[in-house]
């Protein structure tokens, strides 16, 4: 189920491996993301009775390219249900180009997603690029904060953004007045020239 080509039930009567099942599935559709989940429910063979003890559900994550390299072997068991997530999610807004959510479908770096927000503005501030990361399943949010130029140089490594994490570019006030000022002169220059 999820984004796949044709989510289902599927019968069937020898072992199967994931990448087979996700096959016969489809395969991920356009609105895929990097993971999938399988939910081992134990064995709908048998209708279970109202007197046994609730089965333990295991779940298995795992990331969508490493089962269609073949990096990572799971064998199907009956009852399993196996779930293709779409894209996760994060956020840039700011001092970026084009403020909004992007969807992520493969590891992406704080840089890629500045990138794909169409960069910075003029007057971004660059050594102090804050990321908001959710703390576990609880709603608090702890600030991760990075310095684009150290990134650039190769003297840090480019963080790698995780789902919903949102991507704040703050404004440098200094460039901020000089850009104005720039283009208040530049916008008055042409006024100027018919006056004369």
């Known amino acids: 189920m999820g984004a796949v080509g044709k989510p289902d039930y599927f019968f069937v009567r020898r072992r199967f491996h994931l990448l087979e099942m996700l096959a016969m599935a489809g395969g991920p559709n356009k609105e895929s993301g990097t993971r999938l989940i399988v939910s081992r429910t134990g064995s709908t063979s048998k209708c279970k009775q109202a007197d046994e003890p609730d ?13 269609q390299e073949g990096k990572k072997t799971f064998w199907m ?43 910075l503005k003029p007057a971004a501030k660059k050594d102090k690029i804050r990321i908001l990361r959710q703390k576990g399943d609880s709603g ?20 790698i953004l995780q789902p919903n994490d949102i991507v ?9 007045i000089m850009y104005g000022f720039a283009n208040a002169i530049k916008n008055a220059a042409p006024n100027a020239a018919l006056r004369f």
Not at 55 to 67: A, G, H, P, T
Not at 140 to 159: C, Y
Not at 170 to 176: G, P, V
């Open 55 to 67: 089965q333990e559900i295991n779940v298995y994550s795992f990331k969508l390219r490493d089962i």
């Open 77 to 119: 068991q009956p009852g399993d249900l196996v779930s293709v997530l779409e894209a996760d999610i994060v956020y840039v807004y700011g001092n970026v180009k084009q403020e909004g959510a992007i969807k992520i479908r493969e590891t992406t770096t704080l840089t890629q997603a500045i990138v794909t927000a169409e960069g």
């Open 140 to 159: 608090e949010r702890e600030e991760l904060v990075f310095d684009l130029n150290q990134i650039d140089k190769g003297k840090i490594p480019d963080p």
């Open 168 to 176: 704040a570019v703050s404004e440098d006030k200094a460039k901020a």
